[in-house]
């Protein structure tokens, strides 16, 4: 291999590489070092403190804010995956027909559909209903959400599906299993990994979202994000950094042990 | 499980048909059908794209056979496996298992389990989990199941290899799982999809043997798929030889062999040498045929041949013999091909027509030619076939 084509031996690749590892990860890690300054700026460095790490978790609004928001998001996610994993049964066992294109494409929509008319259409349609139910919970969110987050469960389970061996399903049909038990037994095992993947991409999408969750909340419904918006109009002070921070922290520690559960899974 | 006894009994049944066989007279079969194919068409597609992948084929596998279904690749080998287990529905025609039509019955209803070309091994599963896959799906009790996933690895001689994982054992041993776990449930047919295309030459060779053993021993009835004839002619109790969808021929190894019903049979089994060629008066299923040469011929028609025209005679190269002198065909050494127990010599015969001889070799002494030599063929008596194109 070591004659082969390669682009890490064009000219340029590694300084290319480097101002784009700068680009990406020096505003992140110019937050996170701020996060432990013991001033009130973001800019000045005072010295090391985790006031601000302290301040937040005293914060009832933003404690409110993070429960709300990983309740949503859990709630969003297994929904959303339990949906994606039957389209993407729906679209991959069974043989090619008309429309099947089509349907990818519906199921994929959110992805192109702008997320701001998505946003607004959502409002419209969701008012009328809060006017016509008088509910006004989280469900409105959750479903939101749960729309958006299929999209992204979607792929990789049918990614992990369509590299599955068709004839797996056919010899336990073979050996008398029937299609329930050949999903549970057989099925459902090998894509677990994919049905992982999925969920956690909905959930972290979840997690993310500003615009729908702007739009479609009620009042007192703020998300960790809409939350640390509607601060940030404010002062800004290294508490942001500090939320940030552990948000980032949560995510990394997600990524990495699904990264084990997968590698363990995958036979 | 049929019982030691039954396994005599049924050894001795075939030994007699053997015995039968070898007087070259078609006996008597008095054993039950096993499967029954009627009429049976598959088209995939409808309309103007619409692909006959059977064309109304017809055949019946009787009990304890070793049945093998030859034929060249795409001829619908697979296709016609997928119908008798189930997991395809035919286009037109029946099944039939021990007699009864097997059409309302779901694959996991039919009693007929399958070798996956590529051996579907469960992945997630280990080598015992595999084997016992298909009794639990039974709704077997547990020993039970363990039993006789014990003894299916002991049948299989993969004992030591039980909590193995199928991703951490060899194509050869994967070979072995693939097949036991489906005579684990005692299938009452045992369909085998090219089980041995993907091991090499002497792996392929032990699994044969292998093979023939477990089918003996267990008395389930094979359809055993190939596109290799030496593998389908020493194996077979009976082989159906399949070409674009229709079955051309069906019989023992040594009918497709020695009689068989078609040039495309002749052709695909074992080597073969075309000669153009007139016939004379028929009689009894037999004429003299006159070669571009002149030479006279007494050959055999095939069943069922009806004369028209000129004719193509056949003849195997182990039926004719390379001489210095004279010979029923001249022509000119092209070729010299050494093959251990026997050499090739291809002659390129006066009409332009390439002739194979096969010469058994001996230790004491070379073929006798080089390329170049002036040389005849000469035509053992009854080696001369006339068949249908
Ligand atoms: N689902 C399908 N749709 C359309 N055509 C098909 C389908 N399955 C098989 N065929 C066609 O039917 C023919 C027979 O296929 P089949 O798989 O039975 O061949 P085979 O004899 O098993 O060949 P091989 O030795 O290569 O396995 C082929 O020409 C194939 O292209
Ligand atoms: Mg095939």
Redo the contacts between chains.
């Keep these: 291999m070591a004659r082969s084509f390669s682009v890490r031996a064009q000219p340029g690749f590694t300084t290319v590489a480097l101002i784009c590892f700068f680009l990406l990860y020096l505003p992140i890690a110019t937050l996170v070092v701020y996060a432990f300054n013991a001033g009130t700026s973001i800019a000045i460095w005072e010295g090391f403190s985790l006031r601000w790490f302290h301040q937040a978790w005293n914060n009832s609004q933003v404690i409110d804010a993070s429960i709300r928001s990983v309740q949503i998001a859990t709630a969003a996610a297994i929904l959303a995956t339990i949906c994606a994993t039957m389209a993407a049964l729906a679209t991959t066992r069974t043989r090619a027909y008309r429309g099947l294109t089509a349907k990818y494409a519906f199921i994929n929509a959110p992805l192109m559909v702008p997320e701001i008319v998505t946003a607004v259409a959502l409002l419209i349609v969701f008012s009328r209903v809060k006017i016509a139910t008088g509910y006004s919970g989280l469900g409105y969110l959750i479903l939101a959400h749960t729309a958006f987050c299929i999209p992204f469960a979607y792929l990789p389970i049918r990614a992990r599906l369509e590299a599955m061996?068709l004839?797996?399903e056919?010899?336990?049909?073979?050996?008398?299993?029937?299609r329930w038990?050949a999903f549970r037994?057989?099925t459902l095992?090998?894509l677990w990994p994919g049905i992982l993947a999925g969920l956690m991409l909905a959930f972290v999408i979840s997690l993310d979202d500003v615009v729908i969750t702007e739009f479609v909340k009620s009042g007192g419904q703020d998300t960790l994000p809409t939350y640390m918006l509607g601060q940030l109009r404010r002062v800004v002070t290294p508490e942001m950094n500090a939320i940030s921070t552990v948000f980032l922290a949560i995510s990394i520690l997600i990524v990495t042990v699904f990264f084990f559960i997968s590698r363990k899974r995958d036979? | 499980m049929p019982s030691a006894a039954g396994c005599d009994d049924n050894q001795r049944s075939r030994q007699k048909e053997r015995d039968v066989f070898s007087g070259v007279i078609v006996p008597e079969k008095p054993d039950r059908n096993a499967i029954e194919v009627r009429g049976v068409s598959k088209r995939f597609g409808i309309g103007e794209n619409a692909f006959k992948a059977l064309d109304n084929v017809s055949v019946t596998i009787r009990e304890n056979e070793f049945f093998t279904l030859l034929g060249p690749s795409g001829c619908g080998k697979t296709t016609l496996l997928r119908l008798i287990a189930g997991f395809d529905f035919p286009t037109e025609g029946q099944i039939m298992l021990h007699g009864q039509d097997i059409a309302p019955l779901p694959p996991f209803k039919r009693p007929v389990n399958t070798v996956f070309q590529s051996y579907a091994l469960f992945p997630h599963m280990t080598v015992g989990q595999n084997i016992g896959f298909g009794l639990e799906m039974l709704g077997k009790p547990k020993a039970e199941v363990k039993a006789r996933v014990d003894q299916m690895l002991r049948l299989v001689r993969m004992e030591a290899l039980k909590d193995r994982r199928t991703s951490q054992i060899s194509g050869g041993q994967q070979q072995r799982v693939a097949l036991a776990r489906a005579l684990a449930p005692s299938p009452k047919v045992l369909l085998l999809d090219e089980p041995l295309s993907a091991l090499d030459y002497k792996l392929r060779k032990e699994m044969q043997s292998e093979l023939k053993r477990l089918q003996t021993e267990t008395g389930i009835t094979f359809i055993f798929v190939t596109h290799d004839q030496e593998e389908a002619l020493t194996m077979s109790d009976r082989i159906a030889v399949m070409s674009a969808g229709k079955i051309l021929q069906v019989g023992a190894p040594w009918e497709i062999y020695d009689r068989p019903a078609d040039r495309f049979v002749a052709d695909f089994i074992g080597e073969t040498n075309f000669l153009p060629g007139t016939l004379g008066a028929i009689e009894n299923g037999r004429t003299t045929v006159t070669l571009s040469s002149g030479a006279m011929l007494p050959a055999t028609l095939a069943e069922g041949y009806v004369p028209n025209g000129p004719a193509t005679i056949v003849v195997r190269p182990e039926h004719a013999r390379a001489i210095r002198e004279g010979g029923d065909l001249r022509g000119q050494v092209e070729n010299i091909v050494y093959f251990g127990t026997d050499t090739h010599i291809h002659v390129r015969l006066d009409d332009r027509n390439l002739f194979t001889v096969r010469q058994q070799n001996s230790r004491s002494r070379d073929c006798g030619f080089v390329v170049g030599d002036a040389v005849g063929v000469a035509i053992a008596p009854d080696g001369a076939q006339v068949l249908k194109d």
């Design positions: 061996d004839s797996l056919t010899a336990a049909a073979d050996l008398y299993a029937t038990q037994r057989v095992p090998l036979v």
